[in-house]
Protein backbone atom coordinates (compact mmCIF):
# COMPACT_ATOMS: atom_id res chain seq x y z
CA UNK A 1 0.00 0.00 0.00
CA UNK A 2 1.43 3.43 -0.63
CA UNK A 3 2.04 5.16 2.24
CA UNK A 4 3.38 8.70 1.27
CA UNK A 5 1.86 10.51 -2.23
CA UNK A 6 3.35 13.17 -3.84
CA UNK A 7 0.97 14.30 -6.83
CA UNK A 8 3.83 16.64 -8.52
CA UNK A 9 6.43 15.10 -10.28
CA UNK A 10 7.45 18.38 -11.38
CA UNK A 11 6.67 22.05 -10.15
CA UNK A 12 7.86 25.71 -11.52
CA UNK A 13 7.62 28.55 -9.88
CA UNK A 14 8.96 32.31 -9.91
CA UNK A 15 11.42 33.73 -7.48
CA UNK A 16 9.30 35.47 -5.07
CA UNK A 17 6.13 33.32 -5.43
CA UNK A 18 4.95 31.18 -2.67
CA UNK A 19 5.28 27.47 -3.27
CA UNK A 20 4.01 24.32 -1.44
CA UNK A 21 5.01 21.13 -1.98
CA UNK A 22 1.98 18.25 -1.18
CA UNK A 23 2.24 14.94 0.97
CA UNK A 24 -0.23 12.80 1.79
CA UNK A 25 0.01 9.46 3.89
CA UNK A 26 -1.29 6.72 5.11
CA UNK A 27 -1.05 4.96 8.20
CA UNK A 28 -3.06 3.75 11.20
CA UNK A 29 -1.33 5.10 14.33
CA UNK A 30 0.98 8.29 14.83
CA UNK A 31 3.82 8.35 12.68
CA UNK A 32 6.23 10.70 11.99
CA UNK A 33 6.84 12.86 9.24
CA UNK A 34 9.96 14.28 7.49
CA UNK A 35 11.15 16.56 4.15
CA UNK A 36 14.21 15.50 2.70
CA UNK A 37 16.01 17.39 0.23
CA UNK A 38 18.43 16.62 -2.61
CA UNK A 39 20.07 19.79 -4.11
CA UNK A 40 22.02 19.09 -6.99
CA UNK A 41 24.91 16.48 -6.72
CA UNK A 42 24.41 16.55 -3.41
CA UNK A 43 23.34 13.82 -0.72
CA UNK A 44 19.94 13.67 0.85
CA UNK A 45 19.66 15.48 3.47
CA UNK A 46 16.98 16.13 5.78
CA UNK A 47 15.06 19.57 5.44
CA UNK A 48 12.48 18.91 8.76
CA UNK A 49 10.52 16.92 10.66
CA UNK A 50 6.98 17.34 12.33
CA UNK A 51 7.65 17.14 15.90
CA UNK A 52 10.71 19.72 15.77
CA UNK A 53 8.03 22.20 14.74
CA UNK A 54 10.63 24.82 13.47
CA UNK A 55 11.13 26.43 10.14
CA UNK A 56 14.20 25.43 7.96
CA UNK A 57 15.53 27.69 5.26
CA UNK A 58 12.18 29.70 5.84
CA UNK A 59 10.20 26.24 4.75
CA UNK A 60 7.13 25.39 6.92
CA UNK A 61 5.11 22.15 7.00
CA UNK A 62 1.93 21.46 9.16
CA UNK A 63 0.97 17.67 9.82
CA UNK A 64 -2.88 17.94 9.57
CA UNK A 65 -4.12 14.51 10.64
CA UNK A 66 -7.76 14.78 9.39
CA UNK A 67 -6.65 15.60 5.90
CA UNK A 68 -3.71 12.70 6.64
CA UNK A 69 -0.98 15.60 4.49
CA UNK A 70 1.91 17.14 5.73
CA UNK A 71 2.56 19.94 2.62
CA UNK A 72 5.77 21.82 2.80
CA UNK A 73 5.65 25.56 2.07
CA UNK A 74 7.61 28.55 1.71
CA UNK A 75 6.01 32.02 1.26
CA UNK A 76 8.55 33.38 -0.74
CA UNK A 77 10.85 31.08 -3.36
CA UNK A 78 14.33 31.29 -4.22
CA UNK A 79 16.31 30.09 -6.56
CA UNK A 80 18.67 28.29 -4.63
CA UNK A 81 15.02 26.25 -3.50
CA UNK A 82 15.35 24.51 -6.91
CA UNK A 83 16.00 20.43 -5.49
CA UNK A 84 14.37 17.48 -5.38
CA UNK A 85 12.28 16.94 -2.29
CA UNK A 86 11.02 14.10 -0.82
CA UNK A 87 8.12 13.41 2.02
CA UNK A 88 8.81 10.35 4.26
CA UNK A 89 7.07 8.60 6.81
CA UNK A 90 8.30 6.26 9.82
CA UNK A 91 6.05 4.20 11.82
CA UNK A 92 5.74 3.89 15.22
CA UNK A 93 6.37 -0.22 14.77
CA UNK A 94 9.77 -1.28 13.12
CA UNK A 95 11.63 1.99 12.74
CA UNK A 96 10.52 1.44 8.77
CA UNK A 97 10.68 4.57 6.80
CA UNK A 98 8.66 5.14 3.42
CA UNK A 99 9.33 7.96 0.86
CA UNK A 100 7.11 9.34 -1.64
CA UNK A 101 8.44 9.93 -5.30
CA UNK A 102 9.71 13.09 -4.59
CA UNK A 103 8.63 16.50 -6.62
CA UNK A 104 11.53 18.34 -8.26
CA UNK A 105 11.11 21.86 -7.86
CA UNK A 106 12.78 24.73 -10.11
CA UNK A 107 12.26 28.18 -9.17
CA UNK A 108 12.55 30.53 -12.34
CA UNK A 109 14.09 33.80 -12.00
CA UNK B 1 31.81 11.50 12.70
CA UNK B 2 32.26 11.18 9.32
CA UNK B 3 28.94 10.31 8.31
CA UNK B 4 27.49 7.61 6.14
CA UNK B 5 30.27 6.32 3.84
CA UNK B 6 29.44 4.72 0.44
CA UNK B 7 32.06 3.08 -2.01
CA UNK B 8 32.58 2.71 -4.66
CA UNK B 9 30.73 6.20 -5.97
CA UNK B 10 30.92 5.25 -9.35
CA UNK B 11 30.74 1.47 -10.78
CA UNK B 12 30.40 -0.27 -14.16
CA UNK B 13 29.92 -3.33 -14.62
CA UNK B 14 28.69 -5.40 -18.13
CA UNK B 15 25.91 -7.60 -18.01
CA UNK B 16 25.95 -11.00 -16.36
CA UNK B 17 28.58 -9.48 -13.90
CA UNK B 18 28.39 -8.88 -9.81
CA UNK B 19 28.13 -5.53 -9.26
CA UNK B 20 29.08 -4.90 -4.39
CA UNK B 21 28.00 -1.80 -3.27
CA UNK B 22 29.08 -1.25 0.67
CA UNK B 23 27.78 1.23 2.72
CA UNK B 24 29.18 2.47 6.16
CA UNK B 25 26.80 3.51 8.41
CA UNK B 26 27.33 6.60 10.63
CA UNK B 27 29.13 5.53 15.00
CA UNK B 28 27.00 4.47 16.73
CA UNK B 29 24.45 3.67 14.11
CA UNK B 30 23.06 0.10 13.89
CA UNK B 31 20.16 0.06 11.26
CA UNK B 32 20.98 0.69 7.71
CA UNK B 33 18.57 1.45 4.65
CA UNK B 34 19.04 0.68 1.12
CA UNK B 35 17.30 2.44 -1.20
CA UNK B 36 17.28 2.62 -5.46
CA UNK B 37 16.91 5.68 -7.66
CA UNK B 38 15.93 4.75 -11.26
CA UNK B 39 16.82 7.61 -13.91
CA UNK B 40 13.83 10.31 -13.32
CA UNK B 41 12.13 8.52 -10.87
CA UNK B 42 12.37 8.93 -6.91
CA UNK B 43 13.55 6.85 -4.46
CA UNK B 44 12.27 3.48 -3.62
CA UNK B 45 12.92 2.10 -0.42
CA UNK B 46 14.87 -1.86 -0.83
CA UNK B 47 15.75 -2.82 2.34
CA UNK B 48 16.21 -2.57 6.11
CA UNK B 49 18.61 -4.04 8.11
CA UNK B 50 20.27 -3.91 11.29
CA UNK B 51 23.41 -5.86 12.32
CA UNK B 52 23.03 -9.56 10.98
CA UNK B 53 19.41 -9.17 10.77
CA UNK B 54 17.17 -8.27 7.62
CA UNK B 55 13.74 -6.72 9.07
CA UNK B 56 12.21 -5.82 5.78
CA UNK B 57 13.30 -6.65 2.47
CA UNK B 58 9.87 -6.27 0.85
CA UNK B 59 11.57 -4.03 -1.56
CA UNK B 60 14.31 -5.83 -2.94
CA UNK B 61 13.41 -7.55 -6.35
CA UNK B 62 12.99 -11.29 -6.08
CA UNK B 63 16.04 -12.60 -7.73
CA UNK B 64 19.67 -11.57 -8.28
CA UNK B 65 19.72 -9.08 -4.93
CA UNK B 66 20.73 -9.65 -1.82
CA UNK B 67 22.04 -7.60 0.98
CA UNK B 68 23.87 -8.09 4.54
CA UNK B 69 25.05 -6.19 7.71
CA UNK B 70 27.43 -8.32 8.97
CA UNK B 71 28.43 -8.22 12.51
CA UNK B 72 32.08 -6.63 11.70
CA UNK B 73 32.80 -4.17 8.51
CA UNK B 74 30.32 -2.40 6.35
CA UNK B 75 27.14 -3.22 4.69
CA UNK B 76 27.08 -4.66 1.28
CA UNK B 77 24.34 -4.99 -1.09
CA UNK B 78 25.23 -7.52 -3.73
CA UNK B 79 23.62 -7.58 -7.58
CA UNK B 80 24.18 -10.68 -9.27
CA UNK B 81 24.25 -11.18 -13.32
CA UNK B 82 23.52 -7.26 -13.67
CA UNK B 83 21.08 -6.31 -16.47
CA UNK B 84 20.77 -2.70 -17.93
CA UNK B 85 17.93 -2.35 -16.02
CA UNK B 86 20.10 -2.29 -12.97
CA UNK B 87 21.51 1.09 -13.82
CA UNK B 88 20.80 3.20 -10.87
CA UNK B 89 21.95 5.31 -7.95
CA UNK B 90 22.03 3.35 -4.86
CA UNK B 91 21.86 4.91 -1.45
CA UNK B 92 22.47 3.89 1.72
CA UNK B 93 20.72 5.57 4.73
CA UNK B 94 21.38 5.12 8.75
CA UNK B 95 19.55 5.85 11.36
CA UNK B 96 20.46 4.73 15.30
CA UNK B 97 18.07 2.48 17.15
CA UNK B 98 15.57 4.57 18.60
CA UNK B 99 12.58 4.29 16.97
CA UNK B 100 11.46 7.32 14.09
CA UNK B 101 14.69 8.90 13.96
CA UNK B 102 16.18 10.76 11.17
CA UNK B 103 18.18 8.87 8.69
CA UNK B 104 21.13 10.38 7.46
CA UNK B 105 21.61 9.27 4.11
CA UNK B 106 25.56 8.22 2.34
CA UNK B 107 26.51 9.90 -1.24
CA UNK B 108 25.16 6.62 -3.42
CA UNK B 109 26.52 4.65 -5.77
CA UNK B 110 26.38 5.43 -9.17
CA UNK B 111 26.05 1.90 -11.29
CA UNK B 112 26.07 1.87 -15.03
CA UNK B 113 25.54 -1.37 -16.77
CA UNK B 114 27.17 -1.39 -19.92
Known amino acids: AQRVTQPEKLLSVFKGAPVELKCNYSYSGSPELFWYVQYSRQRLQLLLR??SRESIKGFTADLNKGETSFHLKKPFAQEEDSAMYYC???????????FGTGTSLTVIP | NAGVMQNPRHLVRRRGQEARLRCSPM?????VYWYRQLPEEGLKFMVYLQKENIIDESGMPKERFSAEFPKEGPSILRIQQVVRGDSAAYFC????????????FGPGTRLTVL
Open chain 2, 93 to 104: ASSPWTLGNEQF
Open chain 1, 50 to 51: HI
Open chain 1, 88 to 98: ALSGTTGNQFY
Open chain 2, 27 to 31: KGHSH
